[in-house]
């Protein structure tokens, strides 16, 4: 298996840390983790995709792990110009492929539709389309699924909270979300408590809800988000079937807002944390997306995708 080894990198206007193997001179695959992760995320993916060929980096997002922690800068476009800094950096002039989990999700939709120079396939893992968030965020069902972001909005508290007693409450909310925790060994989830043991680093993951969704979630913010630019990349959403904080509803209705049709594969026995709770499936998954050789004809043009019916006029 090909070793991981940290890199630090820097940056303009940020060092970040980031987990890398494989070949150097092969296509860059960027893996973003989610809330309350890390780049430790992707520790059993990356050889994976090492071993297909591919130079796989997993950054600590900015606030998280090694990266530095700065006071702002957790909106949207701030974190998705990092992602877009960092891929220059990887590979000057030629885009990368981009892989994003929860939050990381987030931000990879937001490169891809607001930066497409930068990359060349898609693949988000249990994180909505922005525009099918601001869709279905205030539906009850959803709501009440989402109860924890309203929650991170208070002030102290939230960050109180998670950095007690050395973080333990992360790996207890992140157990709590798998269908099957013992398929995480025990130990394997103490760096994420270690990363949150600080009022200083849970207050910095806290921030992207803060700066990031109250601003998306304001009535301008909304009409942003549903008035979102259709993403070019060839498109794979991988959905855990078991999640308990974001609804299958969330997967349906994507056509719209790409330019190719994209292709939804379902998990019926895994939770939010699929790459935590099933990294063979996930490596499997994007290999076979990011190897593909077709061309973007053989996606299918969005007028021959059906699924959904007839899409209402703008």
Known sequence: MDPILPRTLPLPGLRMQVLEAGPADGPVVLLLHGFPEL??????????LAAAGFHAVAPDLRGYG??????????????ANDVVELARYLQPGRPVHLVGHDWGGLIAYHVAAMHPEVVDRLAVINAPHPAVFARDIWK???????????FFQLPYLPERLLSSRGGALVSRLLRR???????????????????????????AAISYYRQGLRRNLSPRGLREMRAYPRIRAPFLLIWGEQDTAL???????????????PVVHYLPEEGHFVPLEAPEKVAALLIEHLS??????????????EEEGPQPQA
């Open 66 to 79: 090694g990266t530095e922690r700065p006071e702002n800068g957790y909106d949207l476009d701030t974190l």
């Open 39 to 48: 780049s430790e995320s992707w520790r059993d993916v990356l050889p994976m």
């Open 177 to 203: 979300a798998m269908v099957d925790p013992s398929r995480v060994p025990p130990g394997k989830l103490a760096e994420y408590e270690a990363n949150f043991s600080t009022l200083e680093a849970a207050r």
């Open 140 to 150: 009850p069902s959803q709501l009440l699924s989402s109860w924890y972001i309203f």
């Open 247 to 261: 609804r299958k509803t969330l997967t349906k209705g994507l056509g719209r807002h790409f330019e190719l049709r």
């Open 292 to 305: 593909d050789e077709r061309r973007e004809e053989s996606w299918g043009l969005l007028e021959a995708y």
